[in-house]
């Protein structure tokens, strides 16, 4: 007969009871160690094997979902044995000595990342290859045959299957690369291969592809809570891809006949990019408003990205081979040659409305990422040379310098109707027999149109002087450059088809005025940081054409010898307060001028055609039909100068330029 329950077997039974039905989740330690006078239990005994509720009782197989495996830390004391099931056993949390004086928690399990793994599934995916044809056949893969025997070949032991590794991602890249789906071919394995090649998928959106999926590789790395370790390890891979995938990107849009190409119709190399680039016009990112789906980088969310580790990769290691003509298709192409005024009818064939809005602001997202931006200051088009009579090469004048250079292409632009008459035919056709309705609505478009252009210009301007110290010297030189091939442009009477057009001037204008904003404030808190001795410390701006007042042409020349040249370079300040000054000599003035030139020969027009009507004579004459054609020719003459003023003032009479320039 078995003795009766004590209080402490009792306690003991209804506590498994418990640790059973909550799956070890209570923090209890032992009994053996909360009570080490408890007389040991013999295993074996009534009391040994107390009865617990069949549906209390866990199974080890969904204990092991939550647990890990454990091994228990000896114990220097001795703990009675276990009087619980082993299916409870093995829910019960391991408990420790109280001697050691800690609460265990438990955790539930992760899944277990396995980087060996990963890192194959991963080289496989984003280069969308494997080595081992099973695994190709699988997942819908490449098979790369002839890479995997050469490897198997190198290294015989290798244990199989055969998958694609880190260490093999440059050998992987380049046996894909080096793939033509339209060789020749009799292997019947190889052209199980090729049919998984898209027939007309070229290498750079091949390589823009696999950068795509790296990205959001990166991205699902970044998401999971991986150790330390695991997680360098992998960020360490797939940098390396990148660099790879970027490297031959841009090997590819340099040099497009590097490795076999598809034949097709589609434009390879650069030509590849500008479709993107164009796309931000119609993109709902920061330089657009609408979707654009069908091109190959999204500019919502791909283009800035890649171009930025285009930039990061190149920099100083040959970026003007990779994107300088880049920057030349998207300056100097039809887009900016055509004007940013058009009708329907005299719009050029295949080109949008809005193509010049494409092109500036493909050149505003280039500009954004200072490599680039750095790089675009450094092409020989950014500040062409002089003319040279031997190379018969460089620029004679300011209006060549302007339609020459890169940002003068881009600048040119406006609604000034002496450089772009399309104007007029737009806007005021028939200007005197408009009535003033369509004249505001007309002006208030003209107006929307140049705040746009100049808001864009000035963002690559700054872009540019943001960039680094030798891009924004490269700026400086720039406009002292413009100042000096324009200095005639003040005088009273120039040649207006050998310097900078007004369109350009003016806009460099309006740049140059919100880059002096920081420190030209109503209150004029920052004037002393404009160098007062800048002509004696600068060679910017040459004094030698200007106008003196007060000293000879010697004193003047004495005076240039004396100046402390050697002095402190001044500052991005002065530069900026000195050249605005220049250019708004060159600007505001002569566009002045010419329209007092016009007003006059309005006046002289409108005599001759009152003494014309005034004259009745050659009424019932044969001259009558030469004077009534006269007068109508007259009359359209003087309703076209009418309108070449109203866009003139449009533009120096916009509310944004005036604010500033006063």
Known sequence: MSDPHTPQTDADRIRNKRLARLGGSSNVSSPTASSPATPSVVPGSPSTQPSVNPEHQITSDAAQKYVKPFTPIPHTTQSAPSTVRPAAREKIAPQTSQSLNTTPKLKQIQSVFSY???????????????????????????????????????????SLP??????YADRLLIARLELDPQAMVDDQEQLIIQELIP????????LVGCWKRLVAQRSAILKRNLPQKDFEQASALIEKLRELVISYAGLTLQEPSMFPQPQTTKPLGVEELLPSLYALNSSPSIFGSSSESSVLLNPSTDLVPFLTDIGNRFY??????????????????????AGMVHTTATLPQGMSPSGWRSSVMAMECLCSIKPIAAMITSLPEWNPLPWNEETGSGVRNGNEHEKGSILGFVMRLGIFARDWPMVLEAYYKGFDQMSLRDKEASDASLKA?????????????????????EPREAFLAYVARVVELNRKRAAMQFKYEEHASDSFIHNLHYVLLRLAEPFMDTQYKQLNKIDLRYY?????????????????????????????AAGPAPNFVSDIFYLLSAVNHLSTGPISNYISAISRHVRDIQKELELMEQDESWKGTPSQPQVELALKRGKEQLSKLHAMMESMYVAILQDDFTVRSS
């Open 116 to 158: 060996s793994k990963w890192e194959e599934d991963t080289v496989e995916n984003i280069f969308g290859i494997a080595l081992d044809r099973d695994v190709a056949s699988r997942n819908k893969l490449v098979w790369l045959k002839a890479l995997a025997e050469e490897i198997k070949s190198e290294t015989p032991d290798l």
């Open 162 to 167: 055969l998958r694609a590794k880190g260490e």
């Open 199 to 206: 027939p007309q998928q070229t290498c750079f959106e091949y």
């Open 316 to 337: 100083q290691d040959g970026l003007e081979d990779v994107l300088g003509e880049v920057v030349r298709r998207v300056v100097f192409g039809r887009n900016l040659a």
């Open 449 to 469: 149109t140049l705040n746009n252009l100049q808001l864009s210009l000035f963002n690559i301007v700054n872009a540019l002087v943001r960039a680094g110290p």
């Open 536 to 564: 004696e410390r600068s060679r910017r701006i040459s004094l030698k054409d200007l106008t003196r007042i007060n000293a000879t042409p010697p004193e003047i020349e004495e005076w240039e010898n004396a100046a402390d």
